[in-house]
């Protein structure tokens, strides 16, 4: 019965890591040889397992039972129980030492259960360097449908009829822009996937071309006989090395199998991938900047129209799409346009894969389809809050996205309802937030990004973001005055109707947003020099409660600065104009009696 496992898949992201350094590759090796199960089982590295609030994880194939490796110590005990029940299938399920629980399958499991999987299919049952393992799972079985029973005119039919929108942000139908690049008869013609994730906590992008690069090269290869181009280049940022490599990897062995290069599958069809590593700018997530950058110049981005389905890479027609949406391509040629748009809204038509992260329990890549609403994502996918928090607030779209609040939890997940209350859909970053966050540094913080990854091209978005990001960081200091909210506003709209690309268009929206549904904490900044959430330190004053206070003076002994003095059986006194509002004694204070 032990034939019955034939792979361990494991995860090798930074954030499993970083969460707990345990070699699992070398763990799974010493315990796999020990055991005996060496030459019968594989190992496959995986860049993501999707539930990274468990990491780091392994995964049981087939049958994709999943177990979290909390330690090394009985790893060998623990995996040896598991083997010994698929040797005795009437025995229970092994229970993991410390919680008791059995160790599930993933359809058992509500962070899993409740997801609807089509880019995110193949995550952990691959081996992302395989070309045989993703031929095995229907690998371009989509690219053969495509050159061997379809026109490219039947191809784009069939990305019409799914209703794909794009999914890198702007929501642009995917069907219309193929169209557009195919009736430009200027050659030769490009296919641009666009990788360069810079999103603050998203990545979708990057765990899909980490662990299933073929459906990504699939989807590229298809849009090149739809729209008559000949060359594709990958743009992915260097600080992806996993990604570069499995892409490489992955370009090498369609190569060999002849699903890339000349007369591809014997269609006389003929179509080459390229990898260009960018410099890490996020302005470069912006269409024609990374077409610019692909040229070797410095990513700006340049004035429309031409649309680069006209006039793109090198004055050529250019399609370009980012990773998520090549990736459902070749399930939508596979399967047909009327199956995916059965999935998801009428206008908002199949899954979207979110990055889940911030104060939620269960953080990790989440796909479900469109027009699932907010509670469903955060408090059944996700688990709800950490701890004893109380959710305040869910952050969605990016540095350039909206902050809403409680009120919103109802809200179906589409391009055009999350437009209507202030907020925009992005690559599909969700940031979910509890009552320890102040939103207006929250406002901050997305406001001094922005700022910081400006081209400096136009004056509104140059300069403008400083003039808000000076306001801000006055009403945070505690010299805010009620007329600044006001300007805010009217900054916030001039940089929206007057920047020259999308990045300066949106980047006012983390404050109009919290200016909308948090503006009670703008004013309790301004009237009455306080930040509800605790946060702000120039606004914080330290005071001892007499009536928690034990008098121990442990306090006192982890101030950095001395700026607490106390005497035996005597209360610790605070001198303010030495604190410097590290909240040092409030962690260390066991009584809570430091308010």
């Given at each position: ?148 029973s379809l026109t490219p005119e039947e191809v784009i039919g069939e990305v019409k009829t799914s209703g794909l929108r794009g999914r890198g942000g ?166 047909g346009g009327n199956w995916f748009r059965a999935i998801g809204t009428e206008d908002s038509t199949g899954t979207k894969v979110f990055s889940l ?118 009403i945070i200091l505690g010299r805010g005055e009620p007329e600044d909210l006001g300007e805010l506003e009217r900054q916030a709209r001039h940089i ?100």
């Open positions: 019965m032990i034939s019955s496992v034939s792979r361990i898949a494991y995860c090798a992201s930074t954030t499993c890591k970083f969460r707990k350094p345990i070699d699992v590759r070398g763990l799974l090796t010493r315990t796999l040889e020990e055991l005996g199960y060496a030459e019968r089982i594989g190992l496959v590295e995986t860049e993501c397992l999707i539930s990274c609030h468990q990491g780091p994880s392994i995964m049981f194939l087939p049958g994709g039972k999943v177990f979290q490796v909390r330690t090394e110590e009985n790893f060998t005990e623990t995996l040896q129980g598991f083997f010994a029940a698929l040797q005795h299938p009437t025995s229970p399920l092994l229970s993991e030492p410390r919680t008791k629980k059995e160790i599930p399958g993933i359809e058992s499991v509500d962070f899993f259960a409740k997801q609807r999987l089509i880019v995110l299919r193949n995550r952990g049952h691959i081996d992302g360097e395989s070309i045989e393992e993703y031929i095995a799972h229907d690998g371009y079985l989509g690219l053969y449908k495509a050159l061997t702007a929501g642009f139908p995917t069907g219309r822009k193929w169209e557009e690049a195919r009736r430009y008869r200027a050659y030769p013609k490009y296919v641009i996937c666009n990788g360069d994730e810079g999103d603050p906590g998203a990545f979708m992008d990057r765990s899909v071309m980490e662990s299933d690069p073929h459906a990504v090269l699939e989807g590229m290869i298809i849009c090149g006989y739809a729209t008559g181009a000949t060359q594709g280049y990958i743009y992915v940022r260097a600080e992806y090395p996993l990604a570069l490599r499995m892409l490489r990897t992955a370009i090498a062995r369609a190569r060999e199998k002849g699903f890339l290069g000349r007369n591809i599958l014997g269609s006389g069809f003929d179509f080459d991938v390229h990898i260009y590593p960018g410099a890490g700018a996020f302005v470069c997530g912006e269409s024609s900047a990374l077409m610019v950058s692909v040229e070797g110049k410095r990513g700006m981005p340049r004035t429309k129209p031409p649309r680069s389905t006209e006039a793109g890479l090198w004055g050529r027609p250019t399609c370009l799409n980012n990773v998520e949406t090549f990736a459902n391509i070749p399930q939508i040629i596979l399967h992260t911030g104060a939620v329990k269960n953080v990790g890549l989440v796909e479900t389809p469109m027009g699932t609403d907010l509670r469903t994502i955060i408090f059944e996918i996700g688990g709800g809050i950490r701890g004893n928090a109380r959710f305040k607030a869910v952050q969605l779209g990016g540095p350039a996205g909206g902050c809403l609040t409680e009120d919103h939890l109802h809200l179906p997940v589409t391009f055009d309802s999350l437009q209507e209350v202030g907020a925009i859909m992005g690559s599909g970053g969700i940031v979910v937030m509890d009552d320890s966050n102040c939103m207006v540094d929250v406002a901050r913080f997305f406001t001094q990004f922005c700022v910081d990854e400006s081209c400096g091209k136009c004056v509104p978005c140059r300069v403008g973001l400083r003039v808000m990001l000076g306001l801000l960081e006055k929206q109707t007057t920047s020259h690309c999308g990045l300066g268009q949106a980047a006012p929206n983390p404050v109009l947003s919290t200016l909308r549904y948090f503006r009670d904490e703008y004013e309790a900044h301004i009237h009455e020099k306080r930040c509800p959430a605790r946060v702000c330190v120039d606004l914080l004053r330290f005071e001892i409660d007499p009536d928690k206070c034990r008098k121990c003076g442990l306090c006192v002994k982890v101030c950095p600065v001395g700026a607490m003095t106390w005497q035996k059986g005597e209360y610790p006194v605070i001198h303010r104009d030495l604190c410097i509002r590290c909240k040092s004694c409030i962690r260390a204070c066991k009584f809570k009696a430091i308010n």
